[in-house]
């Protein structure tokens, strides 16, 4: 059974900018916690849900909301920060990275490449011509799709 | 390690039928370790060696760098320990033991004491022989807590609580934590409490240590023949042999 555990919305008052972070993690899901925990905050700072210079919990905060270890939250952090999307400033916390609208439009699309590159390389695996995937997922994009 | 907060170096013992042997781990400052394994793996002789309840027939226990026995008094002042059978004078009230207990702390925080004591809606007024079973364990973590211990030594805190209790109390593990000056061993057969908050799992099984590492590690190394992998699939393989 899938279990998830939602960060207290706000545990006490003293937080900035994260009262409205919604993090969702499980120990059962195949996908390191560490790498959950990656994938929603860069989710969140592509959204814009997260601004450039909006501060994040402490590392010992963010585990002991997300019910957490220290060593995994440290390790989120770590990969956020080198893919550039987090600074930590030493003695200030740690803060989204000042990104440029043009960062975040680039790194939007690097994700959304890496996923249709999967599924192109699915569709070829499955013999279909690159037309017929491009068909397929124009017929996506329009809704027009039959799961069944 | 430089600051190890715990540092078991080769510690053996022997009872009749059973025995502890070169049993070997180092715990840094400011982390979470689970110490887990089947019952009757040798979680609670290992932590009675550390509290000095039980002496090792050899080998060497060091906290906060200082040898477990010779600095007997100075370790345990910064220790809290939760021993597995709670022990209270059980015609006192919870807010008698907490009075009791802080006689021998020096560093005793009593409207931390009163906090915890109120975030866990224990009632001081009660007999602690009247507590339930999930208000006893809170007491207890509430008393070893209070004095604000380097090292928390906890032994099967959870056994017997229902999930939501056990979610409380692992909440307020992470925030006792803290500025990561503080440490915490815990020992347990309930795995999936570790799953989340351990940053360190030790592995014992029939007296001898199995693995002792970061978690993520234990669990990235498992997960790649077996996705799903937990700490209990983990524990389950190192009991049947199957290194």
Known sequence: ?148 | MDDAVLQLCKISKAYPGFELKDVSFELPRGYIMGLVGPNGAGKTTIIRIMMNLARADSGQAAIFGLDNVAHETEVKRRIGYVPENHNFYDDMTAGWMARFVRQYYPTWDQNYFDALAARFEIDLGKRAGALSKGNRAKLSLALAMAHRPELLILDEPTSGLDPVVRRELLAELLDFMGDGERSVLFSTHITSDLDRVADYITIIVDGRIHDSDEKDALLEKARKDEPTASIEDIVILAARGEK
Not at chain 1, 43 to 48: K, N, R, T, V
Not at chain 1, 90 to 97: E, H, K, R
Not at chain 1, 101 to 112: C, G, M, N, Y
């Open chain 1, 1 to 148: 059974m899938r279990q998830t555990f939602l960060a207290p919305a706000v545990r006490d008052s003293g937080r900035l900018g994260w009262d409205d972070m919604d993090i969702a993690i499980s120990p059962n899901n195949p996908v390191p916690m560490y790498q959950q925990i990656v994938d929603q905050v860069r989710a969140q700072i592509l959204s814009g849900e997260l601004k450039p210079g909006d501060p994040l919990p402490s590392i010992r905060k963010l585990a002991a909301d997300l019910l957490a270890s220290v060593i995994t939250t440290k390790r989120a952090y770590a990969d956020l920060e080198a893919e550039g999307l987090i600074v930590t400033r030493p003695g200030l916390g740690t803060f989204v990275a000042d990104l440029s609208l043009e960062d975040i439009e680039r790194l939007k699309a690097r994700e959304v490449i890496g996923h249709l590159a999967n599924a192109v390389e699915e569709g070829r695996s499955l013999g279909l011509e690159d037309s017929e995937i491009a068909e397929l997922l124009q017929n996506v994009l329009d809704g027009r799709v039959n799961y069944g």
